[in-house]
């Protein structure tokens, strides 16, 4: 039998776990087989640990990528679903992203700070998302860290990397108007007690000691090792303001630990919590979280990994850990999952500064969790339950006290009514019948495989909107000169539709003077989160099977550039290898049409046996390969001069054309299908690639090579063959983001 556990001040420890306080008492049964009835006694004298918010990451990927290119007013819409209160989610915190141009899950997102000097507070969308989160709810609380940095930091664990951290704080507070609550030091790398200190001063030497330091945010069973350090070392305890780690639902913290927090006297956070379910599983199992997570953990405040899903459907975590799938700005087609209910169960029924009350968090005996937290000013309270895990329906009677604490300033629970809304997989966040209170208690059957939130605040609603399009294909053929953004600062200094997966693809002037285009601006290695790949960004639809891209690109010295087809898969999350093709050009006129299979298994190994053993003895095997399909040289390519760069897929034919004229061809059954991107290579620093196929595929870039830079321009994918036009682009309202600066 599962026992009913909770933490808080003024209770006994045994073994380092909270004492049961739920009082359990069997009622009277006319039938054998008739459960008993559970009795919980709330009251605020048991309400003690403050209650920080629950919510979700925006970030750890570029996760709203196309989120920033939806019309109005659809993209508003998205935004009131998630972060307007008593509408949807209704969340009271959220954490953020601090981009850094290196992949981190989906994508990358561009850095404030590309090299050293750089500084540009207007790239990228993710000062826009915090404002339109601020804007709807100025209470929510704003948390943030890095997942991947520019090469210019010396190291995550760095001054280099805490002076990273500082400018940005400057421009969300002195460009964008806003404070963040929190910051972490950087997120699942390890323990670093010298950088958590140095992050510590010079936050506090630069205006921002009111920003509170978590760390470390790790998983697996070490990630709360340092505690042990924290506990021998009082000014690392100093610098640290809150405990914080990920996937207690996986791990929970264990009695030592406990004790550790709570003798160093810190708040514990999961900064990181993983629901990866689809369809009403997901709405259940993550009100499970948020009850568990304080029930067993002592966890005040949860956030998931994450919340819009803006990103194309082959990218990794396209769906089930969201709240929204946004991922057709051309449409305007957006779809609320189950989830996002289950984050409204809570956030439509808590506020921030409420406070759990202990004797009504515990695990029901029939299956299942309760959490019960309050207003000790008003002596307002909420119930979340869940009963995921029950088999049966069960009873459980609630009785409340009202009688309050005057020297802390504690009014007694209400005794009046309390609204109910209930989940289930058939229907979810719907109002039932209010609940009244009979001599301070009532009784509750709760059905199995259901969510309940009982309050006796008012104001919830199931926010929604009828005017949401219909989904659409992503509109071919499709061309963009990028002269249209007027502004490009208005727009991030990203274009519409591009998804960058690593690097940054900017909008910029060209080189020539000619108008705008878009270069690849990272010149260099990332620290990034994941293992490295070529720099490359994608766009269109994964249906596509016949068609045509091409750009026109301008290569500085040195440089590489391609346009890439048939992009069928985008790495695991952990590691960016593209599965498709590719047709490279370098400043020497070589070309090269390459198909890139990503990790490789043993059913894709190519080459003879020998080359095949290598592989398999390599530690990097996993990282898959390259195979170069053809190759020619074109006389006259010379670097800063434009050239037409087109990859065309007719059935199992692939031709290469550079200005025009067919230099390359292949056939390949491998990919059939897939979108369309444009790369920047990675290119030797020192040596050229092997040009021999059979090693090519063995060649892994390294520390000896940098990435290219080249400028991209009139972009163009046209069908052919078996992929048919659809309707062309209409005019949208799509507005800019930073309208005005």
């Known amino acids: 039998m599962k026992s009913n556990r909770h933490y808080g001040k003024g209770h006994a420890w045994l073994l380092g776990w909270a004492i049961a306080v739920a009082v359990l008492s069997a009622a009277p049964t006319e039938a054998a087989d008739k459960p008993p009835v559970q009795t919980v006694h709330i009251s605020v004298a048991s309400a003690v640990k403050t209650f920080d918010g629950i919510g ?27 972060f307007r209160p008593m509408w949807g989610a209704s969340v009271s915190t959220m954490l953020a992203e ?26 990228g969308y993710t000062w826009w998302v915090l404002r339109e989160a601020v804007a709807r709810n100025p209470q929510i609380t704003l948390d943030a860290t890095g997942w991947s940095a520019p090469a210019w930091v010396e190291n995550i664990w760095s001054q280099d990397m805490a002076d990273y951290y500082v400018m940005w704080l400057q421009a969300l507070r002195h460009v964008h108007g806003m404070e963040l609550d929190a910051l972490g030091c950087h997120n699942e790398k390890g323990y670093s007690y010298d950088f958590a200190k140095a992050l510590r001063r010079t936050m506090d030497e630069n205006g921002f000691e009111a920003v509170r330091l978590h760390a470390f945010d790790n998983w697996g069973r070490q990630k709360l090792d340092f505690l042990g ?20 639902s996986e791990i929970p913290v264990t009695a030592e630990q406990h004790a550790q927090i709570q003798k160093l006297g810190k708040t514990l956070w999961n900064s990181e919590e993983h629901i990866y379910r689809p369809g009403f599983d997901c709405l259940i199992t993550i009100v499970k979280c948020f009850n568990e997570n304080y029930i067993v953990s002592g966890a005040t405040k949860v956030v998931n990994w994450y919340d819009i899903a803006g990103v194309y459907p082959l990218e990794p975590y396209g769906v089930d850990p969201s709240m929204i799938v946004a991922r057709e700005p051309w449409s305007g087609h957006y779809a609320v999952r189950e989830a996002l209910w289950g984050y409204a169960h809570y956030g439509q029924f808590t506020r921030l500064g409420w406070q759990y009350v202990d004797d009504g968090c515990l695990l029901l005996d ?8 309050c207003d000790p000013t008003t002596g307002d309270y909420s119930i979340i339950v869940e009963t995921k895990d029950a088999k049966a329906p069960q009873t459980v009677t609630m009785k409340v006290s009202a009688k309050g604490i005057r020297n802390e300033g504690k009014k007694g629970l209400k005794n009046g009514k309390l609204c109910l809304w209930r989940s289930t997989a058939e229907e979810q966040f719907v109002r039932l019948d209010d609940i009244s209170l009979r001599g301070g208690a009532f009784t509750i059957t709760l059905e199995p495989g259901a969510v309940y939130s009982l309050s006796t605040t008012t104001g919830q609603q199931k926010g929604s909107f009828d005017d949401i399009p219909a989904a659409a294909p992503f509109p071919i053929p499709y061309e963009d000169s990028f002269d249209g953004y007027t502004h490009p600062a208005e ?42 790949w070529h720099h490359y960004t994608i766009l269109g639809d994964s249906a596509w099977t016949d068609y045509e891209v091409s750009a026109d690109v301008w290569l500085t010295p040195g440089d590489e550039a391609a346009v890439m087809g048939r992009i069928c898969d985008v790495g695991s999350g952990y590691g960016v290898w593209a599965k498709g093709y590719y047709l490279k050009l370098d400043d020497h006129g070589r070309v090269s049409l390459v198909i890139s299979r990503g990790k490789l298994d043993k059913r894709e190994l190519i080459g003879d046996a ?36 087109t990859l065309r897929f007719l059935g199992d034919n692939i031709i290469g054309l550079v200005d025009g004229k067919e230099v390359v061809h292949a056939t390949s059954a491998q990919y059939p299908k897939g979108m369309a991107g444009l790369m920047a290579p990675f290119v030797e620093k020192d040596r050229e690639v092997p040009a021999d196929a059979s090693q090519q595929m063995l ?18 994918i046209i069908p052919l063959g078996r992929t048919k036009a659809t309707s062309p682009l209409p005019a949208l309202n799509i507005r800019p983001m930073y309208k005005g600066i």
């Open 366 to 373: 029939g299956g299942g969790s309760m959490a019960t937290l």
């Open 98 to 123: 601090i981009p850094g141009d290196g992949n981190s899950t989906q994508g990358s997102m561009p850095s404030h700070s590309h090299w050293r000097g750089d500084f540009n507070p207007w790239r």
């Open 491 to 532: 727009w991030g200094y990203l274009p519409h539709y591009t998804a960058d997966i690593i690097g940054c693809f900017e909008l910029t002037e060209r080189p020539d003077g000619r108008g705008q285009c878009i270069r690849q601006v990272v010149g260099d290695h990332t620290l990034s989160w994941a293992p490295e």
């Open 699 to 716: 060649w892994t870039p390294g520390q000896n090579t940098r990435v290219s830079t080249p400028y991209f321009d009139n972009l163009r």
């Open 56 to 82: 979700a990451v925006n970030g750890g990927g570029a996760t709203a990528v196309l989120l920033k290119d939806y019309p109005e007013p659809q993209r508003s819409q998205i935004m009131d679903m998630v």
């Open 229 to 248: 350090e924290m506990m021998r070392d009082s000014s690392l305890a100093a610098a640290i303001d809150i405990v914080s780690a990920h996937t207690f």
């Open 610 to 645: 020998e080359q095949q053993a290598i592989i398999r003895s390599r530690k990097d095997y996993e990282r898959g390969g390259e195979q170069t399909l053809a190759t020619a040289a074109v006389e006259g390519i010379v670097p800063c001069g434009w050239h037409t760069l």
